[in-house]
């Protein structure tokens, strides 16, 4: 039975080509660290608190009642992504406010967000 996947006939590396991309390419223990923060954006509770955070910071009670899980939960989605550097916190009081890390993260919720409108 003959293979229909494609295949070169002559194989030939472009060792330029090569070359040029493995002086920018990054080590690969800091690809394996980009692909755990893509992990944590691969949930969608977490993309909806990242974008309610774009528009500004939240108490944990707010964030519960804006996507509609108990506070436990929204809790432990907090702790995620404070732990991918993603939100940071400020307390004031008896109350904790979250707030977006950086303005690198509402970048990649706004270019992520054009992407999928495109």
Do not use: W
């Not at 494609?6 to 660290?33: Q, T």
């Not at 993309?47 to 519960?64: F, H, R």
């Not at 732990?83 to 004031?92: D, P, T, Y």
Request: charged share 25%; with cysteine.
């Amino acid at each position: 039975m003959e293979n229909d996947a494609p295949h070169c006939e002559y194989m030939h590396v472009h060792a330029e080509a090569l070359d040029k991309i493995n002086n920018v390419m990054p080590d690969e223990d800091l690809l394996i660290d980009l692909a755990e923060l893509f992990k944590v954006f691969g949930d969608s509770t977490r993309i909806k608190i990242l974008t309610a955070l774009s528009s500004g910071e939240l108490c944990v009670c707010d964030m519960s009642k804006l996507v509609g899980m108990t506070v436990s939960a929204v809790s432990h989605q907090l702790k995620i992504l404070r732990g991918a550097k993603l939100v940071s916190c400020r307390r004031e009081g008896k109350t904790v406010f979250y707030s977006l890390a950086d303005s690198h993260v509402t970048t990649i919720i706004k270019q992520g967000l054009e992407h999928v409108n495109e």
